[in-house]
């Protein structure tokens, strides 16, 4: 029974910030690979970021690379992503994704095959 609630999307200008949030439930969140993937209107599902459990593996998109940070805080089984200078190209829908690292053989990274469990994902919309 693993659920994944984001948070923190809206409304902003280009050059604007905002911190997309991810709360997980369940006991072993710190076993988890966690990913950011996002989908816009009439366009396929892409990869944005990804952690590994401890934090110290991560992927990013090239487009996200130098703008966005992923990080996470086991402690409070929370996931995040950090996106500044936003641009209009980058609104769509955002989602959290998950996978319990005992059960696969490599780190997923940016594939949204390799993750089981997804968040309802929260809209971010970037205006020029």
């Known amino acids: 029974q693993v659920q994944l609630v984001e948070s923190g999307g809206g409304s902003v200008q280009a050059g604007g910030s905002l911190r997309l949030s991810c709360v997980v439930s369940?006991?072993?969140?710190?076993?988890?690979?966690m990913g950011w993937f996002r989908q816009a209107p009439g366009k396929e599902r892409e990869g944005v970021a990804s952690?590994?459990?401890?934090?110290?593996?991560?992927f990013y998109a090239d487009f996200a690379k130098g703008r966005f940070t992923v990080s996470r805080d086991n402690a409070k089984n929370a996931l995040y992503l950090q996106m500044n200078s936003l641009k209009p190209v980058d609104t769509a829908m955002y989602y959290c994704?998950?996978?319990?690292?005992?059960?696969?053989?490599?780190?997923?990274?940016?594939?949204?095959?390799?993750?089981?469990?997804w968040g309802q994902g929260t809209q971010v919309t970037v205006s020029s």
């Open positions: 994704a998950a996978v319990d690292g005992r059960i696969i053989r490599a780190d997923p990274a940016l594939n949204a095959r390799g993750y089981e469990y």
């Open positions: 369940g006991y072993s969140y710190n076993k988890y690979y």
């Open positions: 952690l590994s459990p401890s934090g110290s593996s991560t």
